[in-house]
């Protein structure tokens, strides 16, 4: 008689978490004529990898050695970790044409496994980038006297054994994702199938939609629509102060909670177009209590931040409690050049009439960068 064999399985597994982190270095000028050599700027604590870590930024160089360089740091912040072993890379990004950095990253290290012993062990480069070669012009990465760096972080965790089933397990089907956007996206286009029941009028154009998706997504729709106006279903709906398509964008982020459409057209348009629309669709958003719409426009302003919008921007975000985007302009305007440059754009005189008391915020914040520029403030504002 005769038995048949027995196989276990079994596997070494070497866990490793990621994770990324991108900081944004605005007012650099301002920096590098501040800050000494050996002296640092950090970063605030960010998760990455499931630790915490701040990045350490010399403007001028950590040593007489390096003074001609930047160097950057990553720095273990985790009270309670201790031996983490990890690599991780610094990468200078690009700016695309729309403003946002680019990627892959042309200009970046690559460290080997490295051992962070405690809260506060360090790696990094004393001579990541020199000087003139950040500032050369034109700079694919220093743009309005900012850059960014992206700090990717793998995290090795303990190798371990443990024992598994035989072979890969058998799948008898395969669960796709979710496409709820996509139906929804489908539906707002196909408004021929007599689903809709209001109808919206913006300039010359005529919107229809659904009540009660608007509804679910919006509390000032909600209100609208199912409140006083609910029983005339089939009303035409008036929208005056917003361009149609502004409100085009707006219903597409509502039924599919993206703005893909949006995206591609911002491909064809330039990148001033791009933004103009951010501000009028935050308006929108706000107006109709978007919140995750209104928040993803704030982003969208704030990594292009130029000149050439900053003040209607922070005019925005003043109207619109805008709390982010009010901190990224002022941050912007740190720099003395930034903020002569904006007090020369179109956009300045509409700011100074409308909001003069975050230009005043402004003033008593940065006064001693540039006192030309405050005082012709303070002059505007008398």
Same mark, same amino acid.
């Given at each position: 008689?005769?038995?048949?064999?027995?196989?276990?399985?079994?596997?070494?597994?070497?866990?490793?978490?990621?994770?990324?982190?991108?900081?944004?270095?605005?007012?650099?000028?301002?920096?590098?004529?501040?800050? *000494?050599?050996?002296?640092?700027?950090?970063?605030?604590?960010?998760?990455?990898?499931?630790?915490?870590?701040?990045?350490?930024?010399?403007?001028?160089?950590?040593?007489?050695? *390096?003074?001609?360089?930047?160097?950057?740091?990553?720095?273990?912040?985790?009270?309670?970790?201790?031996?983490?072993?990890?690599?991780?890379?610094?990468?200078?990004?690009? =700016?695309?044409?729309?403003?946002?950095?680019?990627?892959?990253?042309?200009?970046?290290?690559?460290?080997?496994?490295?051992?962070?012993?405690?809260?506060?062990?360090?790696?990094?480069?004393?001579?990541?980038? =020199?000087?003139?070669?950040?500032?050369?012009?034109?700079?694919?990465?220093?743009?309005?006297?900012?850059?960014?760096?992206?700090?990717?972080?793998?995290?090795?965790?303990?190798?371990?054994?443990?024992?598994?089933?035989?072979?890969?397990?058998?799948?008898?089907?395969?669960?796709?994702?979710?496409?709820?956007?996509?139906?929804?996206?489908?539906?707002?286009?196909?408004?021929?199938?007599?689903?809709?029941?209001?109808?919206? $009028?913006?300039?010359?154009?005529?919107?229809?939609?659904?009540?009660?998706?608007?509804?679910?997504? *919006?509390?000032?729709?909600?209100?609208?629509?199912?409140?006083?106006?609910?029983?005339?279903?089939?009303?035409?709906?008036?929208?005056?102060?917003?361009?149609?398509?502004?409100?085009?964008?707006?219903?597409?982020?509502?039924?599919?909670?993206?703005?893909?459409?949006?995206?591609?057209?911002?491909?064809?348009?330039?990148? $001033?177009?791009?933004?103009?629309?951010?501000?009028?669709?935050?308006?929108?958003?706000?107006?109709?209590?978007?919140?995750?719409? !209104?928040?993803?426009?704030?982003?969208?302003?704030?990594?292009?931040?130029?000149?050439?919008?900053?003040?209607?921007?922070?005019?925005?975000?003043?109207?619109?409690?805008?709390?982010?985007? !009010?901190?990224?302009?002022?941050?912007?305007?740190?720099?003395?050049?930034?903020?002569?440059?904006?007090?020369? *754009?179109?956009?300045?005189? =509409?700011?100074?009439?409308?909001?003069?008391?975050?230009?005043?915020?402004?003033?008593?914040?940065?006064?001693?960068?540039?006192?030309?520029?405050?005082?012709?403030?303070?002059?505007?504002?008398?």
């Amino acid at each position: 008689m005769t038995t048949g064999d027995c196989t276990t399985f079994s596997a070494i597994i070497a866990e490793a978490m990621s994770g990324s982190h991108v900081i944004k270095i605005a007012g650099y000028s301002r920096m590098k004529a501040l800050v *000494s050599n050996g002296e640092s700027l950090t970063s605030i604590p960010f998760s990455a990898a499931g630790h915490t870590w701040v990045v350490r930024f010399y403007p001028n160089g950590d040593s007489a050695e *390096s003074q001609d360089y930047l160097s950057f740091y990553l720095i273990l912040d985790s009270a309670n970790s201790y031996d983490v072993k990890a690599v991780f890379s610094l990468e200078l990004l690009e =700016h695309s044409k729309n403003g946002r950095p680019a990627a892959p990253a042309s200009y970046s290290f690559t460290t080997d496994l490295r051992t962070f012993s405690y809260k506060g062990s360090l790696w990094g480069y004393n001579k990541f980038i =020199h000087q003139t070669a950040l500032e050369e012009e034109p700079s694919p990465h220093l743009r309005d006297d900012s850059f960014s760096i992206r700090c990717g972080i793998k995290v090795f965790k303990e190798i371990y054994s443990t024992e598994t089933q035989g072979g890969d397990r058998k799948r008898f089907m395969e669960v796709p994702p979710s496409n709820l956007r996509q139906n929804l996206g489908s539906l707002l286009e196909n408004m021929d199938d007599g689903s809709a029941d209001v109808v919206f $009028e913006v300039g010359e154009e005529r919107f229809s939609a659904h009540r009660c998706v608007l509804a679910a997504r *919006s509390s000032v729709f909600r209100a609208e629509l199912l409140g006083a106006m609910k029983e005339n279903a089939h009303r035409q709906i008036q929208i005056d102060d917003i361009e149609p398509s502004v409100f085009r964008s707006l219903l597409r982020f509502i039924y599919t909670d993206s703005l893909d459409g949006m995206a591609r057209e911002e491909e064809e348009a330039g990148e $001033e177009e791009d933004l103009v629309m951010a501000q009028h669709l935050l308006v929108a958003a706000d107006r109709y209590n978007v919140e995750r719409l !209104k928040l993803m426009c704030e982003e969208r302003l704030c990594e292009s931040m130029g000149s050439a919008m900053v003040a209607t921007s922070l005019a925005l975000a003043e109207q619109h409690g805008c709390h982010g985007l !009010k901190e990224a302009c002022l941050e912007f305007l740190a720099s003395p050049s930034n903020l002569l440059e904006m007090m020369a *754009s179109d956009g300045y005189e =509409h700011l100074r009439i409308s909001c003069p008391s975050v230009l005043r915020e402004l003033i008593a914040r940065f006064q001693t960068l540039d006192m030309k520029a405050t005082r012709e403030i303070t002059l505007g504002l008398s």
